[in-house]
């Protein structure tokens, strides 16, 4: 596996997986998928938009990186990370976290932080716990699921 700067070539593949994980409605606040017409100035519109790539140039994982803020607070950034269904478990998820680290440090951010982790993403949360993140605290019913129940999200943050 690769993790690279996306093409592109890449659209239509980043497109699905990131609505595949709108859809599933239990990560990520969007509540509409994103048009394959809007995601070339979606992805674009990032500071940066990197993709995992497999052996066989499948993509298999993207993220979005970009400021959290602006002004006084430009220096925090913020991303989004999708992996396919089909290859979850794989350690993709890790990998995209990682080179979001230091594409975010490379860019001149300090700090990387998650404004939304769904508590019961506990891939995710267990994966930020590994790789040095802080929890800031967690916000009681953050997050409205699919059939509209509430549930807490949590913060992260880590120093770059």
């Given at each position: 596996?690769?993790?690279?700067?996306?093409?592109?070539?890449?659209?239509?593949?980043?497109?699905?997986?990131?609505n595949?994980?709108?859809?599933?409605?239990?990560?990520?606040?969007?509540?509409?998928?994103?048009?394959?017409?809007?995601?070339?100035?979606?992805f674009?519109?990032?500071?940066?938009?990197?993709?995992a790539?497999?052996?066989?140039?499948?993509?298999?994982g993207?993220?979005?990186?970009?400021?959290?803020?602006v002004?006084?607070?430009?220096?925090?950034?913020?991303?989004s990370?999708?992996?396919?269904?089909?290859?979850?478990?794989?350690?993709?998820?890790?990998?995209?976290?990682?080179?979001?680290?230091?594409?975010g440090?490379?860019?001149?951010?300090?700090?990387?932080?998650?404004?939304?982790?769904?508590?019961?993403?506990?891939?995710?949360?267990?994966?930020?716990?590994?790789?040095?993140?802080?929890?800031?605290?967690?916000?009681?019913?953050?997050?409205?699921?699919?059939?509209?129940?509430?549930?807490?999200?949590?913060?992260?943050?880590?120093?770059?």
């Amino acid at each position: 596996m690769h993790i690279r700067a996306y093409t592109g070539q890449d659209l239509p593949e980043m497109a699905a997986i990131w609505n595949a994980v709108v859809e599933a409605a239990d990560a990520f606040p969007q509540s509409e998928p994103l048009p394959e017409t809007e995601a070339a100035a979606f992805f674009a519109g990032q500071s940066y938009t990197g993709v995992a790539e497999d052996a066989s140039g499948a993509i298999v994982g993207l993220y979005i990186l970009h400021p959290n803020n602006v002004g006084r607070c430009g220096h925090i950034a913020n991303a989004s990370f999708a992996v396919d269904a089909a290859r979850r478990g794989e350690h993709i998820g890790e990998a995209l976290v990682r080179d979001c680290l230091a594409q975010g440090k490379r860019l001149g951010f300090r700090i990387l932080q998650f404004n939304a982790v769904v508590a019961a993403n506990t891939a995710a949360i267990r994966l930020y716990e590994k790789l040095g993140f802080h929890k800031i605290g967690t916000v009681k019913d953050g997050f409205m699921k699919k059939d509209g129940a509430y549930t807490d999200i949590i913060l992260f943050y880590k120093e770059l």
